[in-house]
């Protein structure tokens, strides 16, 4: 990564130097999420590694892999301006038992889409920013990339962070491995095109 990745908690994650893969080990009842209709107090105690993002526009991806064992189990790539704007694209353990990309974006309350199933412990991530607008996509081989979402967190992006996170809102505790890192200071082309 072309910028320092700060922890929220320095002792949950650990770097393979030889692969640089990048584990962090989410703690019981951890997410970032505020509900929004109100009927549970904020939740923003997630294990976080941020960084400052870049100027300009940029693509950032990594392979998740989870393991999963409690409902909103997840790894998530996060895009984080305060604690009421950020936004997450996760690899979550749905309520039906499975395997699912979730977005979550938050201007003062979160809200909270479901994408699709993955059949399988792992799946590609990626934000990418094109001027002021962030656009996610996931994909199921690193190769071609379906579009989960597009969508404005404020007006200026100078005080963005980017990075990752590791979450286990319902359960005692889980695992996620950030592998295949890329950081590419590009515009992405087309958000629909599969690129």
């Not at 998530?76 to 699912?100: G, H, I, N």
């Not at 001027?131 to 081989?141: G, L």
Request: proline share 7%; glycine share 8%; charged share 20%.
């Amino acid at each position: 990564m072309p910028f320092p990745l700060v922890p929220s908690a320095a002792e949950l994650w650990q770097v393979d130097e030889t692969t640089g893969a990048v584990t962090v080990s989410a703690q019981p009842r951890t997410d970032i999420f505020i509900d929004p209709a109100g009927s549970a107090d904020p939740m923003l105690n997630a294990a976080t590694l941020l960084g400052p993002a870049p100027a300009g526009d940029f693509q950032f991806s990594a392979r998740v892999t989870v393991s999963f064992a409690a409902t909103f189990d997840a790894g998530v790539l996060l895009v984080w301006l305060d604690e009421r704007r950020w936004a997450k694209l996760c690899f979550e353990y749905s309520p039906a038992a499975e395997p699912m990309i979730v977005s979550v974006v938050c201007r003062g309350v979160a809200d909270d889409a479901n994408a699709f199933v993955v059949a399988g412990p792992s799946v590609w991530l990626r934000v990418s920013r094109l001027d002021r607008v962030y656009a996610y996509h996931a994909s199921v081989d690193g190769e071609t990339w379906q579009l989960i979402r597009v969508f404005k967190l404020d007006d200026e992006t100078a005080g963005d962070r980017i990075g990752l996170e590791g979450q286990s809102p319902t359960g005692e505790g889980c695992g996620a491995t950030f592998d295949e890192l890329r950081f590419a200071p590009e515009r992405l082309g087309d958000l629909r095109d599969g690129s």
